[in-house]
């Protein structure tokens, strides 16, 4: 079983939708969770850490589940420059775990 | 604006040639880490260092790979010899500390 396991999509989702991506981690001792957003062709760039009790950024929400061992990310209002990969992100031991990526399209 | 710079961008060559990549972390991160991302495999950890000593290398095939960090503004990753199994994008990241990560463009590495 992979350490973080996310649905690779793609999602394919008109302007203006809301859409959420869950991940789920296996590592109960993992600290520290993030969200990273990836272009195509481009490096991954943090897009938001993702805290016990939620926080939002503008139209991006992320939530984490302790008990169940996901974390989660509501984009609002999609855009079209919002279409990317979403890659979930936990700590292992001193280092980072990335999940293999959620694809997103938003069409016009 | 402080960015991590890789060289090369892109590599084409061939099976059994040796290959170097070169990253220039972000001045004053003293964490470096070498990924390499493939389709399949998504973004595997390959090896990494702090204050230029190497704390994990567990991910990279120790029989061709080889990671250095000859100065704090130099981190290698040389592959001899290469195989076509190694293609894939391998990105540098430097960070203070593990969880804040900055990216490098990346070097697409392609062996024929």
């Known amino acids: 079983r992979k350490e973080v396991e996310q649905d690779p999509g793609p999602f394919n989702v008109p302007e203006g939708a809301t859409v959420a991506f869950n991940c789920t981690y296996s590592n109960s001792a993992s600290q520290s969770f993030f969200w990273y957003r990836q272009d195509c062709r481009k490096e991954p760039k943090l897009l938001m850490s993702?805290?016990?009790s939620g926080n939002e950024d503008g139209r991006f929400t992320a939530q984490l589940n302790r008990a169940s061992q996901y974390i989660s990310l509501l984009i609002r209002d999609s855009k079209l420059s919002d279409s990317a990969t979403y890659l979930c992100?936990?700590?292992?031991?001193?280092?980072?775990?990335f999940g293999t990526g959620t694809r997103l399209q938003v069409f016009p | 604006d402080a960015r991590v710079t890789q060289t090369p961008r892109h590599k084409v060559t061939e099976m059994g040639q040796e290959v170097t990549m070169r990253c220039q972390p972000i001045l004053g991160h003293n964490t470096v880490f070498w990924y390499r991302q493939t389709m399949m495999q998504g973004l595997e950890l390959l090896a990494y260092f702090r204050n230029r000593a190497p704390l994990d290398d567990s991910g990279m095939p120790k029989d061709r790979f080889s990671a250095e960090m000859p100065d704090a503004t130099l981190a290698t990753l040389k592959i001899q010899p290469s195989e076509p199994r190694d293609s894939a994008v391998y990105f540098c990241?430097?960070?203070?500390?593990?969880?804040?990560?900055?990216f490098g463009p990346g070097t697409r590495l392609t062996v024929l």
């Open positions: 990241a430097s960070g203070s500390n593990t969880d804040t990560q900055y």
């Open positions: 993702v805290y016990s």
């Open positions: 992100v936990v700590t292992g031991t001193d280092k980072l775990i």
